[in-house]
């Protein structure tokens, strides 16, 4: 069965340092987010992404935060300057269409900041 | 704004024993909810939806119901295993298009041979 992958599964990195998370969706999927996990908290929506532009932000996805899809496989995430909140599972996800198409999810990308 | 409120874990079960994982949310409309899976390791992996009130949603001898009275979808099984060991989340989404989820804390669940 088709699924997302992510890498890398941890990544470490210090205070003020660009870091870049990488996902491939599902081949023939159309929409792509991002979500995040603080340690103990809950999942959050941070940003979703369709023919080639955000279609929608939460409040965290601010300036520092940015998604690309490079080529027709690639969906990335870039963190500007990490911050030490920054610190959560990042995970991506991908669906063949909008409205009650599921997600499915990839394993995760644990970014730990120093 | 949307919320969906999950019952606190982590819970501890032996096996056979019945499941149920209560779920509330706060939502204008009409949401679609979900359950997601989380097992060890694993990224999240949808367990069952419903998309309108009284639906039934149901995989894998899981079971959740669509309460618009009672704004909840509390998960149920008669007999759980070891191997439904994980964390489990309750979702909703109103989003036409891209689905923006918004998620519960999630519940660890552990079964005790």
């Known amino acids: 069965e088709p699924e997302v992958t992510q890498t890398p599964s941890h990544q470490v990195t210090q205070m003020g340092q660009e870091v870049i998370l990488r996902c491939v969706p599902i081949?023939?999927?159309?929409?792509f987010y991002w979500y995040r996990q603080i340690l103990g908290q809950k999942v959050e929506f941070l940003v979703s992404?369709?023919?080639?532009?955000?279609?929608?932000k939460s409040e965290i996805f601010d300036d520092q935060f940015s998604v690309e899809r490079p080529d027709g496989s690639n969906f990335t995430l870039k963190i500007r300057s990490t911050k030490l909140e920054d610190s959560a599972m990042y995970f991506c996800?991908?669906?063949?269409?909008?409205?009650?198409?599921?997600?499915?999810f990839g394993n995760g990308t644990r970014l730990t900041v120093t | 704004g949307d919320s969906v409120t999950q019952m606190e874990g982590p819970v501890t079960l032996s096996e056979e024993a019945f499941l149920t994982i209560n779920c509330t949310y706060t939502?204008?409309?009409?949401?679609?909810l979900f359950w997601y899976v989380q097992y060890p390791g694993e990224g999240l992996q949808l367990l069952l939806k419903?998309?309108?009130?009284?639906d039934k949603g149901s995989n894998k001898g899981f079971e959740a119901t669509y309460r618009k009275e009672t704004t909840s979808f509390h998960l149920e099984k008669g007999s759980v295993q070891v191997s439904d060991s994980a964390v489990y989340f309750c979702?909703?989404?109103?989003?036409?298009?891209?689905?923006?989820?918004?998620f519960g804390q999630g519940t660890r669940l552990t079964i005790n041979p």
């Open positions: 996800a991908s669906s063949a269409a909008g409205d009650n198409s599921p997600l499915h």
């Open positions: 081949s023939n999927h159309l929409y």
């Open positions: 992404f369709y023919n080639n532009e955000i279609s929608e």
């Open positions: 939502a204008t409309g009409y949401p679609s």
């Open positions: 419903a998309t309108k009130a009284d």
């Open positions: 979702a909703l989404t109103r989003n036409q298009g891209a689905q923006k989820l918004v």
